[in-house]
């Protein structure tokens, strides 16, 4: 198991990153703004609310999880309210050198006040892995 830092910053910029490498949405340059992986017609002016908002970080972790490399996500609190988030690897194929045969976490995300932002640093860091 990693513990991993330093927290990364939530809000937009946060949320920017995320939009680009984990749910692949393009940033659309004449000026309208997000365009979903989709290509549905409409754009949107700035990405999800990812880091702040508990419904949409889980859609991020579910995408994770859509993908086969990660599978499971556990969350915990301690009596300071600060987060903890904890990421498990998946089975990818049979000869994927990266197999979690232990079930163990890799990626864990500790001491965060909100919860999302927690989710999203931890799916960031799991997206560079």
Request: aromatic share 10%; charged share 25%.
């Amino acid at each position: 198991m990693q513990i991993l830092g330093p927290k990364l910053k939530l809000g937009f910029e946060m949320d920017c990153e995320i939009t680009v490498l984990i749910m692949r949405w393009r940033r659309v340059d004449y000026g309208l703004g997000w365009l979903p992986p989709d290509d549905h017609p409409s754009t949107h002016s700035k990405p999800p609310p990812y880091s702040t908002s508990i419904p949409h970080a889980m859609e991020v972790f579910e995408r994770l999880r859509q993908s086969g490399k990660w599978c499971c996500l556990e969350i915990s609190s301690d009596y300071h309210y600060a987060w903890d988030v904890m990421l498990t690897r998946g089975y990818v194929d049979e000869d994927d050198d990266r197999k979690n045969p232990d079930h163990k976490p890799q990626i864990v995300e500790h001491g965060y006040e909100n919860l999302a932002h927690a989710i999203c640093a931890a799916a960031l860091r799991a997206a560079a892995v």
